[in-house]
């Protein structure tokens, strides 16, 4: 599917002649011919890149990139503002506003196609790179659901909790029941316990499983 592009500017010639050229080297073109009608094309067409230019009624090139760097999603953006004003100061409130490239009138229109490739492809690379640090992120995100316990664990009473901890720092019977002022075969009938509550069947299941879902420290 094409690369979508929003041309605004308030002449018609020049709209136009941007337009067709960009629909000639292969890109789906969007038009409008003022900042405000720009801001809310937008938002429904989500653009992959803007070339504006500046001095346009009811809402100008500057505000119009303000406007659209103020949403999240349209951060990355790429943005081109093409004005005839070439004065150091303007291109420096350009820039300030958040555009990507600052192009004086007139122009070619082989060099703005190239400065929209160039943009373009910088544009996909960072977006590409931002959606695996997304994916790289929820995968994180789901090993650490994984280990959580599981939906079907039946929760440990408090007395179980401390013979867990007992169990995984190596301790027997005898010295566990003397810690907790029990007999050995209450503290069997505790760890015979949870054996059954975590489905294992020996002490070294038993603390690996205590250990993969945050039982113990």
């Known amino acids: 599917m094409p690369l979508t592009i929003l041309v605004v500017d308030d002449d018609l010639g020049t709209r136009l002649s941007i337009s067709d050229y960009l629909e000639?080297?292969?890109y789906s073109v969007i038009a409008a011919d003022d900042g405000e009608q720009a801001l809310a094309m937008v938002e429904r067409y989500?653009?992959?890149?803007?070339?504006?230019d500046i001095v346009m009624p009811r809402m100008n090139g500057y505000e119009l990139v303000r406007r659209v760097r103020q949403q999240p999603k349209f951060r990355l953006l790429p943005v081109i503002l093409l004005t005839a004003r070439t004065r150091t100061q303007e291109r420096i409130l350009g820039y300030?506003?958040?555009c990507d490239l600052y192009l004086p009138k007139p122009f070619e229109l082989e060099e703005l196609a190239a400065a929209i490739h160039n943009l373009l492809e910088r544009s996909q690379i960072i977006?590409?790179?931002?959606r695996m640090q997304q994916s790289e992120d929820s995968q994180q995100q789901n090993n650490y659901t994984s280990t959580k316990k599981p939906e079907f664990f039946e929760p440990l009473s408090n007395r179980e909790q401390q013979v867990l901890k007992l169990i995984s720092e190596g301790l027997s019977n005898v010295e566990m029941g003397d810690k907790l002022h029990l007999s050995p075969r209450t503290i069997e009938k505790y760890v015979s316990s949870l054996f059954r509550k975590t489905s294992t069947s020996n002490r070294a299941q038993l603390v690996r499983f205590a250990i993969k879902y945050?039982?113990?420290e």
């Not at 989500?46 to 504006?52: A, G, K, N, R, S």
């Not at 977006?127 to 931002?130: A, C, G, L, R």
């Open 46 to 52: 989500q653009p992959d890149l803007i070339v504006t």
């Open 214 to 216: 945050g039982l113990v």
């Open 96 to 98: 300030q506003s958040g």
């Open 24 to 26: 000639l080297s292969g």
């Open 127 to 130: 977006q590409s790179e931002y």
